[in-house]
């Protein structure tokens, strides 16, 4: 919306979780947006790869709309990882790649990288854009950046051949 009424000639909109882009998907206001856009980006942190599927399908092949798919978390002002909107349908399960600026890792629980492709490990994110931690106090506030730019999601995952990240769990 702010996209819309900001700029005239936007030629993307981003969208806030996939359930959004569902909802847009299947109503008038889905379909006055796909008419508008070139691009949509949508922020979420787990897709169904079935809606992506038909998202790109619909998307990217028949509206020539290219739709990138992003992973984040707020610690991260929501972007860490995209998935090139070429890529959506080959690997719909994926969150693709380190947005740039940022790298995205894995580790194991000793805290030790992993370097090995399809080994489970805790996805772990570096950037400028990492918060400088959490504050329940006034006091807090002095801490400084406890984070030194690295954020560790939660989030388990695997590395492929092809360097693209598969979250498997939490």
Known sequence: RAAHQNNKKAKEILISY??????????????????RYENILDVNDLYNP???????????DKKRIKFFRMYGSTEATSRMAY?????????????GFAIPGGKLWLQ??????????????????????????????????KKGDEN????????LGI???NKLIFIIGR
Do not use: R, W
């Open 50 to 60: 079935a809606l992506v599927y038909a998202y790109a399908n619909t998307l990217v």
């Open 148 to 155: 030194k730019g690295i954020l560790l999601t939660g989030d």
């Open 83 to 95: 998935m090139p909107a070429s890529l959506n349908k080959k690997y719909p399960e994926s969150i």
């Open 108 to 141: 194991d629980k000793k805290g030790k990288k992993i370097t090995s492709t399809n080994t489970i490990g805790e996805i772990v994110y570096k950037g400028s854009n990492v918060c400088l931690g959490y504050a329940n106090s006034k006091k807090d506030l």
């Open 159 to 161: 590395i492929d051949h």
């Open 18 to 35: 996939s359930l959004s882009l569902q909802g847009a998907y299947l109503s008038g206001v889905g379909q006055y947006l796909f008419k």
